[in-house]
């Protein structure tokens, strides 16, 4: 089934910054859905929170405001409205259960992330049930991605760098760098495709799900590599969370220096907050600032990954590679990156604290959401045989002796800055 394109389009990326904006700028003038609870502990909860008539209203507001936003950049891209509008219900009530299921309590200890069990129930639903093709073409994840990244980019706060005073600061950056270049250079060793390296490196050295996210969204990444990166991302975090205070206790750390060494270890910022935890509130107060430093990192690695794609991704008609133009760099760059970076610098330096603070989770809640969408799309496209496969043991490997070598030199870091 096909429908004849209109002459007038936008591309995808500077679609999804304008949207991206729109949703900002409708939350800051006051206009934005509520936020829906999905926290509970056991069936009287689900039945009288989730389930509630005043929670199912919200959600139904939520549900026709991000189709309506959805519908537009859908339009926009010259793609067909009218088999999206068939297909997103059913991606937004998978996205919906999978935010349930991430909401109870007893899932929220294990920290187990919205995206794993969105992406879980895709795979199941397009993996067991036969979904007529029109359905397929009609997923729109990198559209759902994008927006999250743009939306995203108001959570990266500058402020937060000075916050995080000089030590935590000084932290980040050589882990950042340090450990983004030794599972650079171990990818390319071990002969592991070029976007899964980025992924890889991205998603070790900086904060894990959302570096991964916006690498791949920065290099146009497969996401079938994405999900599976993602995956390695949440399992690995789990063990680590709860071994990490253990091993400091035995060791003999001070709270600073383990609370230096989780916020820098750890690839998820949950995962990283409920560590802290264990250990104690200076702990706690310390791996949340180190985190937070490498969050803020986050903007200028996609702007350098972007930079240094383009630059080296360019190829002449026969296969080699050719050196780029700056007209050529600026028409593979990933446009939406620049809405991330200029919706981090509006919120750094030209909106006041309090409307920060109060638009704050209201725009996490929209930044989630498009990202559980996104992903919820990726399990209905993907083959689930594609994420067994044995080609993915070297990408494995490489991630798990990254994640041991980021393991080892944030702990020397911390005790060298913080013991």
């Known amino acids: ?13 500077w679609v999804v910054v304008i949207l991206g904006f729109l949703i900002i700028f409708l939350a800051l003038g006051g206009v934005k859905p509520l936020t829906p609870s999905f926290n509970w502990n056991n069936a009287e909860e689900l039945r009288d929170k989730v389930f509630s008539a005043a929670n199912l209203s919200i959600l139904v507001v939520q ?17 067909s409205l009218k088999y999206f509008i068939y297909s997103f219900p059913v991606v937004y009530i998978l996205a919906m259960l999978a935010m349930i299921l991430a909401g109870n309590q007893q899932v929220k200890a294990l920290n187990l992330e919205a995206v794993i069990f969105s992406l879980t129930l895709g795979l199941i639903v397009g993996n067991f049930f036969k979904l007529p ?80 996210i916006a690498a791949s969204g920065a290099i146009k990444g497969d996401s079938k590599k994405l999900s599976y990166v993602i995956s390695l991302v949440l399992i690995t975090a ?10 400091a206790q035995y060791m003999g750390l001070s709270q600073e220096v383990t609370g230096a060494w989780i916020g820098g270890s750890i690839d998820t910022t949950g995962a990283v907050v409920a560590s802290g935890t264990l250990v104690g509130e200076t702990a706690l107060k310390i791996s949340a600032i180190v985190k937070f430093s490498q969050n803020v990192l986050l903007g200028i690695a996609a702007f350098a990954i972007s930079i240094y794609w ?15 133009s700056v007209s050529s760099i600026w028409e593979r760059f990933p446009k939406f990156v620049l809405g991330f970076v200029a919706a981090s610098l509006l919120f750094s330096f030209f909106i006041d604290a309090q409307t920060v603070d109060g638009v704050k989770s209201g725009l996490k ?40 070598f980021n393991v080892l030199v944030t702990l020397a870091i911390a005790y060298f800055l913080f013991g």
């Open 310 to 324: 383009a630059y080296t991704n360019t190829k002449g008609p026969e296969g080699e590679f050719v050196k780029p």
């Open 1 to 13: 089934m096909s429908t004849s394109p209109r002459k007038f389009t936008i591309h995808e990326d």
């Open 238 to 247: 789990i063990p680590m969370m709860i071994g990490m205070p253990f091993l």
């Open 365 to 404: 809640n929209m930044q989630n959401l498009w990202f559980v969408l996104a992903f919820t799309s990726i399990g209905l496209e993907t083959n689930f045989s594609d994420l067994l496969k044995s080609s993915n043991r070297k990408p494995l490997y490489a991630f798990l002796i990254a994640q041991t």
């Open 133 to 212: 093709e029109w359905f397929r073409s009609a997923l729109s994840t990198e559209l759902f991605v994008k927006i999250g990244l743009v939306i995203l980019g108001s959570s990266i706060i500058f402020g937060d760098i000075l916050e995080a005073g000089a030590y935590g600061l000084l932290q980040a950056v050589v882990v950042v760098l340090s450990v983004w270049y030794f599972a650079f250079w171990l990818c390319k060793k071990m002969k592991i495709d070029r976007e899964l390296t980025m992924m890889i490196s991205s998603a070790v050295s900086i904060c894990g799900v959302t570096a991964a």
């Open 63 to 79: 549900f026709v405001f991000v189709l309506l936003i959805a519908c537009i950049g859908v339009f926009l891209t010259g793609r």
